[in-house]
């Protein structure tokens, strides 16, 4: 199936995402992926929706998969620059499925953890748990999001190869095999429910079919 892009402004998308949002399972606590490549800015995204969901009724707030790696000794252990480390081992998807997306299910108790890791001291947060009442939106944004974790909608920010090099800081060059490899095994510009086509930010783009 081809797709065809529908230009918005940056204001425009930030409305059509928030429609979607507030309307996708009313009454239910909502698990949100904001899927994309730091270079394509799904938190800034994540934190640019929180009003605009909150406005149209329901209670909204940002989970950061930064929060949520592993411990150093796991994520480095086959070097600081490794991009299959990068794919495999950062991200402790099992601990953002228990201590967030599960508790949000049909069988969770709706208290969520915010943070689990902090990346810097390489120390568990401690944070405490917080309640995501009935009909609570929680927006889990970073990179590699899709193709496992249990999500209820699907936002997949897309970069061209050429786009997302161009947007990745020097220092994180290395990452862009990952990124790649991503796009070749699980096709996030196929499965998410919402693609964006981010190249210029100015002028996103939503992608429906044609």
Known sequence: MTAQARPRTPAALID???DRIAATRPGQRLR???DGAPAAEPDALADALIDPVRVRGRDARVIRTDDFLRPASLRLELGRTNPDSFYERWLDDSGLRREVLSRLGPDGDGEILPTLWDAHTDR???AAYQPVPAGGVVL???ALLLGGLPFDLTIHLALSAAALARRTAPDQQWTLPAYARYEAE???DHIADVVVRADDPRHPAIMYPA
Do not use: D, K
Request: glycine share 14%.
């Open 32 to 34: 949100v992926a904001i």
């Open 186 to 188: 699980v096709g996030p």
């Open 16 to 18: 059509e995402l928030a």
């Open 124 to 126: 568990a947060t401690r």
């Open 140 to 142: 889990v944004s970073g």
